[in-house]
């Protein structure tokens, strides 16, 4: 029966079933994340004119446009990284695989994790560095502020951050990969 009226959604299916259906949404979320990576620190700087940050002493406002440039530079690398990712998720599946929603979102999972370990890791060395050399108590204040107080200020920071965001990058790698790893061994072993 090639009617078209029993045939008119096959376009639809065709793209679910070789995996167009679930990259190319996902192409456009890692533009969207991009995109608010490069707007994030405006949004930031938005809120500190807000609260009234440059009306703090000087050493706050000090502190506060070395974390802004530090979280520039972080987003500025996030986007990269996203905008880097969103051309490689078509590489994710190939058309005849019977499995492609999951290498999809393995690699979702581990673009995420690098993503959020890369921030971390550099906001919180940094932010260690500027309480210790620039702020001291001050620096929990800035925080708390800028809305990353979950980030330990001080020495700590410095070499727990960095160990944070490697591990975080480091077990989302490992858990895509082992994703990946059962989906080829699924996709090898389908019967011919």
Not at 55 to 67: E, Q, T, W
Not at 108 to 135: D, H, K, R, Y
Request: charged share 10%; glycine share 8%; aromatic share 18%.
């Amino acid at each position: 029966m090639e009617n078209r009226f029993f045939t008119f959604i096959a376009p639809y299916l065709a793209a679910i079933d070789d995996g167009r259906f679930f990259r190319k949404p996902f192409s456009w979320l890692y533009s969207l994340i991009a995109i608010i990576n490069l707007l994030l620190p405006f949004y930031l700087l938005y809120q500190a004119i807000d609260n009234r940050i440059f009306s703090a002493g000087s050493k706050i406002v000090f502190g506060f446009i070395l974390a802004w440039l530090t979280i520039g530079i972080a987003c500025w690398i996030g986007f990269q990284l996203w905008w880097d990712r969103k051309n490689k998720i078509s590489l994710s599946s190939s058309t005849g695989d019977e499995f492609i929603a999951t290498p999809t979102f393995s690699h979702f999972i581990q673009t995420l994790g690098e993503w959020i370990g890369t921030l971390i890791g550099l906001i919180g060395f940094v932010f260690g560095i500027l309480s210790i050399i620039a702020l001291g108590d001050a620096g929990y204040y800035l925080s708390r502020q800028l809305g990353v107080g979950f980030i330990n200020m001080g020495i700590l920071s410095i070499i727990f951050a960095p160990v944070y965001g490697f591990l975080i990058i480091i077990l989302t790698r490992f858990l895509a990969e082992q994703i990946r790893a059962l989906v080829a061994i699924a996709n090898n072993t389908k019967k011919q």
